[in-house]
C-alpha cells in the first residue's frame, strides 16, 4: 500500500521520535562510563534544633560545608535557605545542600562550618550570638546514609549557647541521626 506524501513524513517524523526517546536512555549511562565518571548517588545534609523552649526565634546561617573522601573534595550544592535558619523552629529539618557520592566511596568526612554571627529572640531580651566557634565535625558511612539518604545534625540549642559578653556564644552540642 503506497502512503500519500504527508502520512509518509508523519510516519517517518514519529519513527524519528520514538528512535531519538529509546537512544536518551541509556545515552547518558553510556556517555559516563565513556568519560570514566562513576554514578552518583545524591544525600542530603540537615540541621533542627533541639531543646529550644526558651527562644522565640534564634538565626543561624551556614557558612560553609565540606564533603570529603580521604581529604578529596566531593560535590557539595548548598541550599540558599540554609544562609538563614530559624532554629526555635524545632520541628523542622532545614536543609543545607546536597553531596553526590561515586558508588565505590563507602565514608565520608563532613565539616559544617556556621556563619560567624547569628541571632536570638527571648522573652524579654533579644543579641547577637557569637557562632565563630560553630563547626560541627563527623564521619558519615554510605551505609547508614542509604537508610534515609540524608543526614540531619540535631543542635541542642539548651546545651551549646552561653551567655557572653553583649549576647550569646555558640559551641555546638550535637547528635546526628540518620
Not at 540541621?47 to 565540606?66: F, H, I, N, S, T
Not at 568526612?109 to 536570638?120: E, K, Y
Not at 549576647?167 to 550535637?174: A, I, N, V
Amino acid at each position: 500500500m503506497k502512503l500519500p506524501s504527508q502520512a509518509r513524513w508523519m510516519r517517518a517524523a514519529s519513527l524519528l521520535v520514538m528512535l531519538g526517546a529509546a537512544s536518551c536512555d541509556t545515552s547518558e549511562d553510556d556517555l559516563r562510563r565513556a568519560l570514566g565518571d562513576p554514578v552518583l548517588d545524591a544525600f542530603e545534609i540537615r540541621m533542627r534544633g533541639q531543646d529550644a523552649a526558651p527562644y522565640e526565634k534564634l538565626l543561624l546561617g551556614m557558612g560553609q560545608v565540606d564533603v570529603t573522601f580521604y581529604g578529596e573534595p566531593i560535590r557539595f550544592d548548598p541550599s540558599p535557605d540554609a544562609r538563614a535558619m530559624d532554629l526555635a523552629l524545632t520541628d523542622h529539618a532545614h536543609l543545607l545542600g546536597r553531596f553526590f557520592l561515586p558508588r565505590h566511596v563507602k565514608h565520608v568526612d563532613i565539616t559544617v562550618r556556621l556563619d560567624d554571627v547569628g541571632a536570638f529572640k527571648e522573652a524579654g531580651a533579644a543579641g547577637l550570638i557569637n557562632a565563630q566557634a560553630g563547626t560541627i565535625q563527623f564521619t558519615a558511612t554510605r551505609s547508614a546514609l542509604e537508610q534515609r539518604s540524608h543526614v540531619v545534625i540535631h543542635l541542642h540549642l539548651k546545651d551549646s549557647l552561653f551567655d557572653g559578653t553583649g549576647g550569646k556564644t555558640l559551641l555546638p552540642s550535637t547528635y546526628i541521626a540518620y
